[in-house]
């Protein structure tokens, strides 16, 4: 239960890192929770959320490298909304 929470903590931090990545702020806090999301939906590759949580990775790391998309704000919606239902439930 606890895990849970944390993990939302990290997915709301990461939906707001990429925000600030547009901006130019927090590369390497980036290029960290880029790793972080990875390894996490590697390990809990069983079901879709962890897969869009690779995918978000991915979108992630290319933000904090500065290739930053216009759909990429998708993925911080997705982080927020997880990570909200994680700290709720």
């Known amino acids: 239960m606890i895990l849970m929470k944390f993990f939302g903590i990290l997915d709301i931090l990461a939906g707001i890192i990429i925000i ?3 901006f130019g ?5 980036g ?12 390990f809990f590759i069983n079901n879709l ?3 869009i949580d690779l ?8 933000a904090a490298l500065n290739i930053y ?9 997705w982080l927020f909304q997880k990570g909200i239902f994680s700290l709720m439930s």
């Open 55 to 62: 995918i978000t990775a991915v979108f992630l790391l290319l």
């Open 20 to 22: 600030l990545l547009k």
């Open 31 to 42: 290029i960290l929770l880029a790793v972080y999301l990875g390894l996490k939906g590697f």
């Open 25 to 29: 702020f927090m590369e390497n806090i």
């Open 49 to 51: 959320a962890s897969i």
């Open 69 to 77: 998309f216009s759909f990429t704000w998708i993925f911080s919606l």
